[in-house]
T-cell receptor, first 111, second 114 residues
């Protein structure tokens, strides 16, 4: 299994839809997980951290399944401005070690 | 609060030349990370510096090197540039002992090797 793996998409969804992305990881010792958003030709920006079973911030919910070694990101009531690439990141080992990033999942929200 | 700053923003170099990229972390952050994002390859980890020391290195050849200064700013040096070094080079910073906080990225340096 790759260190971090994501479905590249693209996911094309209408405004108002609910969309979910999954990310699988190989290192079972990882304690914290991250979702980043990257707009075209821009730097990644931290969207959410996950270090227990899950985290919710407005329309965004991140969940962690340690048994199956995946994290998910759910976006409800999609907006045009949600169009971006979503990257998941997992520490290579436990603790403060470099983050390994997935290649990202591209989302296009269509009017 | 100033974010992570990188310079230059864009650079064009010829194959075989050398380049130095610079990064200033967020005030209070002691860890600096360098990533390469080439087209279609995602973010690839290059180097991690903390408190002036190289802590970890990604799977890149030795012509990729760097250093961290006492003020925690950092340089990435790439020698003998190759065409495939063309990419967006991203610097990120974080607190050393707060792994749950994630990284903050700079806006990157876009390097084109011709």
């Amino acid at each position: 299994r790759k260190e971090v793996e994501q479905d590249p998409g693209p996911f094309n969804v209408p405004e108002g839809a609910t969309v979910a992305f999954n990310c699988t990881y190989s290192n079972s010792a990882s304690q914290s997980f991250f979702w980043y958003r990257q707009d075209c030709r821009k730097e990644p920006k931290l969207l959410m951290s996950v270090y227990s079973s899950g985290n919710e911030d407005g329309r965004f919910t991140a969940q962690l399944n340690r048994a199956s070694q995946y994290i998910s990101l759910l976006i409800r009531d999609s907006k045009l401005s949600d169009s971006a690439t979503y990257l998941c990141a997992v520490p290579r080992n436990s603790g403060n070690t470099p983050l390994v990033f997935g290649k990202g999942t591209r989302l296009s929200v269509i009017a | 609060e100033a974010g992570v700053t990188q310079s230059p923003t864009h650079l064009i170099k010829t194959r075989g030349q050398q380049v130095t990229l610079r990064c200033s972390p967020i005030s209070g952050h002691t860890s600096v990370y360098w990533y390469q994002q080439a087209l279609g390859l995602g973010l690839q980890f290059l180097l991690w510096y903390d408190e002036g020391e190289e802590r970890n290195r990604g799977n890149f050849p030795p012509r990729f090197s760097g250093r961290q200064f006492p003020n925690y700013s950092s340089e990435l040096n790439v020698n003998a540039l190759e065409l495939e070094d063309s990419a967006l080079y991203l610097c990120a910073s974080s607190f050393k002992d707060r792994p749950n906080y994630g990284y903050t990225f700079g806006s990157g340096t876009r390097l084109t090797v011709v």
